[in-house]
T-cell receptor
Framework: GAGVSQSPRYKVAKRGQDVALRCDPISGHVSLFWYQQALGQGPEFLTYFQNEAQLDKSGLPSDRFFAERPEGSVSTLKIQRTQQEDSAVYLC????????????FGPGTRLTVT | QQPVQSPQAVILREGEDAVINCSSSKALYSVHWYRQKHGEAPIFLMILLKGGEQKGHDKISASFNEKKQQSSLYLTASQLSYSGTYFCGTEIGYGGATNKLIFGTGTLLAVQP
């Protein structure tokens, strides 16, 4: 079946612009995660959804970052007033159930802020 | 809070073995292992839950020592396809799943013919 898909794959934004990154999880997967990955580093947790409920947003770096999953499937990560330090790959992952299960990652969106 | 992995990098010839270690300063509920090739998504390898279990499939196995807050990934008879960066993802906690993975510093593995 289809895996996790993300769009766009690449995004260039001028500093101060707002961006929206989309994640389509594997159909039926309850849990959805967003991670930020800087070059040469491991993924860093941003936020976690169980269905439409955002249960953990402790990793969001500032109030410029906002994530939603209104119908419990597709999720959008929005970054307002982008800064150069926001440049990174944003990874989305989904998991079949809540709890400790394998997470399936999407290909990521590479965001470059100029 | 970020787990430390060792070694940082390792170069192998095909057929050689390798061990990658992941060490945390926090109590762990589970450890997840992923492999990521350059420019690609991390690929799930295995999960280990607290209880000191070991797991393995094919020529890749892992152990989890919850008392030492450490996990090790064992790669035997390495193949070219094993090349990539390996990350451990740790779920911190005593009582149960938190669903929040803290990834380690990464280990770059290069397998040469």
């Amino acid at each position: 079946g289809a895996g996790v898909s993300q769009s766009p794959r690449y995004k260039v934004a001028k500093r101060g612009q707002d961006v929206a990154l989309r994640c389509d999880p594997i159909s039926g997967h309850v849990s959805l995660f967003w991670y930020q990955q800087a070059l040469g580093q491991g993924p860093e947790f941003l936020t976690y959804f169980q269905n439409e409920a955002q249960l953990d947003k402790s990793g969001l770096p500032s109030d410029r970052f906002f994530a939603e999953r209104p119908e419990g499937s597709v999720s959008t990560l929005k970054i307002q007033r982008t800064q150069q330090e926001d440049s990174a790959v944003y990874l989305c992952a989904s998991s079949q159930r809540e709890g400790t299960y394998e997470q399936y990652f999407g290909p990521g969106t590479r965001l470059t802020v100029t | 809070q970020q787990p430390v992995q060792s070694p940082q990098a390792v170069i192998l010839r095909e057929g050689e073995d390798a061990v990658i270690n992941c060490s945390s300063s926090k109590a762990l509920y589970s450890v997840h292992w992923y492999r990521q090739k350059h420019g690609e998504a991390p690929i799930f390898l295995m999960i280990l839950l607290k209880g000191g279990e070991q797991k393995g499939h094919d020529k890749i196995s892992a152990s989890f020592n919850e008392k030492k807050q450490q996990s090790s990934l064992y790669l035997t008879a390495s193949q070219l396809s094993y090349s990539g960066t390996y990350f451990c993802g740790t779920e911190i906690g005593y009582g149960g799943a938190t669903n929040k993975l803290i990834f380690g510093t990464g280990t770059l593995l290069a397998v040469q013919p």
